[in-house]
């Protein structure tokens, strides 16, 4: 990948950023800030890395043996284009196909606005206490607003609402295991587990946590944190991370010590989503945000065809290159 896209991807303030990055960074490694600079754009060029995998993952201090172990944006993009066919993205990207083609395992009701009558809509409503409303082909948790129905009588007011401002689907709101609480209870907190799919098998590639720190959604790139778990045991074995590199040992609200917790629910969690990967074969590679729940088990909250890889390395700083390319 050439410097001038990874420059392209990350927007027109890249420069700032770099500047901005390699400032903090000379500090922290007793390095010339102009010689940073010069070395980011020399990793855009070797390894892909854009100027926020160079900072994220201490670039600045590993040599080059260390560096070529890493995911960069460089990475990712190849293995997505490798893997997954272009035409089937809407499949994933587009809530409202994402929800049709995986309802069996989102084991909750949902509403299509766009064709759902007002008072049908109204009827839709009863029994539930929050909902979700999301738009479609929005990311990062962005566009996904909570309401809770107690706040709306009218229900038909807020059908109004929400078809004003273009929102397209409504989903009833996740009641979340009780371990997945004790994380943190504002959120509904997911598993983001990776799945490939070769020759006709399914390989689960890595799992971590994604929990809120504060407000109602996990995703990192809405403030949430991060930690990396065993594949294998569904062990937690890192401290929680967030994207501007604050490690926590402890959830700073509750209290909960990620490094060594055991969900519940992991078997069930892992052959959930190494059966779902054979729903669209034509998309290889894809991360899974599972939900715990008590009395449904686990279910999917959504799907990525273009799977996030900062999430991969934050918390343990070790590169995942070999892990992702393995099965590809």
């Keep these: 990948m050439s410097v001038g896209l990874i420059f392209q991807r990350v927007g027109g303030k890249t420069l700032k950023r770099m500047a901005q990055f390699a400032a903090e960074d000379a500090k922290l490694c007793h390095k010339p800030k102009w010689l940073l600079m010069a070395d980011m754009a020399w990793c855009a060029l070797r390894y892909g890395a854009a100027v926020y995998d160079y900072h994220n993952l201490r670039f600045y201090n590993r040599k080059a043996a260390d560096r070529k ?13 490798a893997c997954n066919d272009l035409a089937y993205r809407p499949q994933f990207e587009d809530k409202v196909k994402f929800n049709t083609a995986f309802e069996t395992y989102l084991k909750r009701k949902w509403c299509h606005l766009h064709v759902t009558a007002r008072d049908a809509f109204v009827a839709w409503c009863d029994g539930l206490d929050t909902v979700f409303a999301k738009r479609n082909f929005s990311t990062c948790g962005y566009d996904v607003v909570r309401f809770v129905l107690a706040d709306w009588p009218d229900r038909g007011a807020l059908y109004d609402k929400l078809t004003a401002e273009a929102f397209d689907l409504v989903e009833e709101g996740v009641v979340q295991h009780p371990f997945m609480s004790s994380i943190y209870p504002g959120a509904v907190n997911t598993l983001r587990l990776g799945t490939m799919l070769k020759d006709g098998e399914s390989y689960l590639l890595y799992g971590f946590l994604r929990c809120a720190v504060s407000g109602y959604v996990d995703n990192l790139n809405s403030g949430g944190a991060c930690c990396v778990i065993d594949a294998q045991t569904g062990v937690i074995t890192t401290d929680g991370m967030t994207k501007d590199m604050d490690f926590m040992e402890k959830h700073p609200v509750t209290g909960f010590v990620f490094k060594g917790s055991q969900f519940p629910m992991w078997q069930q969690a892992v052959d959930l989503v190494l059966e779902a990967a054979h729903v669209c074969p034509q998309v290889r590679y894809v991360a899974w945000d599972v939900a715990l729940t008590e009395d449904r ?32």
């Design 297 to 328: 088990g686990p279910l999917f909250i959504e799907a990525n065809y273009h799977p996030g890889y900062d999430i991969l390395q934050l918390a343990d700083q070790v590169g995942k290159k070999e892990q992702l390319l393995r099965y590809v």
């Design 69 to 81: 172990t890493f995911v960069t944006m460089g990475v990712n993009v190849k293995v997505v284009k």
